[in-house]
């Protein structure tokens, strides 16, 4: 019965880590909602976009009485502002961002009209990066495998402040589960996704790859220490929480970023 309480508990806090990580990045897309006129215009607006299709930016009004367009420019070009104007279709304004190489970004505003009154969406510049497309055969497991060391990092903390008997096989699947996921198939998606299987030290300075190294650094030693001495408690609590604090990072913060000025992509942008 303990032990099947800490588990749901265990579940239940990774799941809530994961969320957090995933809407507090710059990937995440604006959520946001504004009145015009009588009418309340709920709005969800892209920062990430893979594959070859340009990025689509749809706003759902009630009725072609509505019209709107975008302005963009790319990102740290200096170029001047571009237009596209919005069409209404099927209960929407709809128009396209083009699309960019991989790690190039977008800077863009969004705009609503309604009976001559024209308002901007969002207060801030809205930047959306651009990348690959990344199979699912690939994309899937990479999630299911980080959110599997997540998962048992945290149950082998636990174990650890408990003085469990499974501290060494937990320990071990932590090791074993981020080793994959973030060491194996996290260069294979960063290779699909931006052109490079890996951008941290010390090759670059994209901070996903340099937090997945450091924790798997962390729990590689606990592994050590856990293996030499079956209660030792210590450094597999450390590396628990050095992973959690790496979770706590939001999700692609300070990745990689195409440079329209020289045509490089750099790494440890935001």
């Not at 710059?26 to 594959?51: A, C, F, M, Q, W």
């Not at 699947?173 to 490079?196: K, N």
């Not at 650094?217 to 079956?230: D, E, G, Q, S, Y």
């Amino acid at each position: 019965m303990k032990s099947t309480l800490l588990w749901i508990f265990t579940v239940l806090f990774t799941i809530g880590i994961a969320i957090y990580q995933r809407a507090t990045g710059p990937t995440y897309p604006v959520k946001d909602s504004i009145e015009i006129g009588n009418h309340e215009i709920d709005y969800k607006l892209l920062r990430s976009h893979g594959g070859t299709s340009d990025a689509p930016v749809t706003i759902e009004v009630p009725d072609d009485s509505f019209s709107g367009y975008v302005e963009y420019v790319r990102y740290k070009s200096g170029d001047e502002p571009k237009k596209l104007p919005m069409t209404f279709e099927e209960g929407e304004l709809v128009t396209y961002l083009p699309n960019q190489p991989p790690a190039g970004k977008l800077a863009y505003d969004v705009y609503v009209k309604k009976e001559g009154q024209t308002i901007q969406l969002n207060s801030e510049k809205i930047v959306i990066r651009f990348k690959g497309a990344v199979p699912d055969f690939i994309l899937i497991p990479h999630i299911l495998f980080m959110f599997i060391a997540m998962l048992f990092s945290t149950r082998t903390g636990i174990e650890a402040l408990i003085r469990g008997k499974r501290l060494y096989a937990y320990t071990l699947t932590t090791l074993v589960t981020l080793f994959i996921g973030g060491l194996i198939l996290g260069p294979i998606v960063q290779e699909y996704a931006f052109g490079d299987f890996w951008t941290g030290w010390p090759l670059g300075q994209d901070l996903t790859d340099n937090k997945t190294l450091v924790a798997f650094i962390f729990w590689l030693i606990a592994f050590f220490k856990v293996r030499k001495n079956k209660r030792h408690r210590t450094w597999v609590v450390i590396a628990a929480v050095v992973l959690l604090a790496v979770y706590l990072i939001p999700h692609s913060m300070f990745g990689s970023e195409l440079d329209y000025t020289t045509g490089q992509v750099e790494t440890g942008k935001n």
